[in-house]
Nanobody, 117 residues
Framework: QVQLVESGGGLVQPGGSLRLSCTTSRITFSISAMGWGRQAPGKERELVAGITKRGTTNYGDSVKGRFTVSRDNAKNTMYLQMNSLKPEDTAVYYC???????????WGQGTQVTVSS
């Protein structure tokens, strides 16, 4: 039983910004890889951003240059700063925590991000 809690979603205008947060009480946070995925109705879940325990980041092609992922191990928190939002960014955003060895892989329940047209 692992709890990952996302916050910061909401409704914004095109071109606006949001900052998502993901927190956990698990002591394994600092040694886990973290990331964000998203899923829109009728579409498969896709990578948004990832960050390893060493701080290496990667991004999906559609968000490069607009989104930034970061982590604060002292607070057991991961962030996703989203700028220049587009209607195509509308989706449920999920927090992910996994071991790079493949021993575990957990997902949060998600937070809705809606960019109005």
């Amino acid at each position: 039983q692992v709890q990952l809690v996302e916050s910061g979603g909401g409704l914004v205008q095109p071109g606006g910004s949001l900052r998502l947060s993901c927190t956990t009480s698990r002591i394994t946070f600092s040694i886990s890889a973290m990331g964000w995925g998203r899923q829109a109705p009728g579409k498969e879940r896709e990578l948004v951003a990832g960050i390893t325990k060493r701080g290496t980041t990667n991004y999906g092609d559609s968000v490069k240059g607009r989104f930034t992922v970061s982590r604060d191990n002292a607070k057991n928190t991961m962030y996703l700063q989203m700028n220049s939002l587009k209607p195509e960014d509308t989706a449920v955003y999920y927090c992910r925590m996994w071991s790079e060895s493949g021993y575990y892989d957990y997902w949060g329940q998600g937070t809705q991000v809606t960019v109005s047209s």
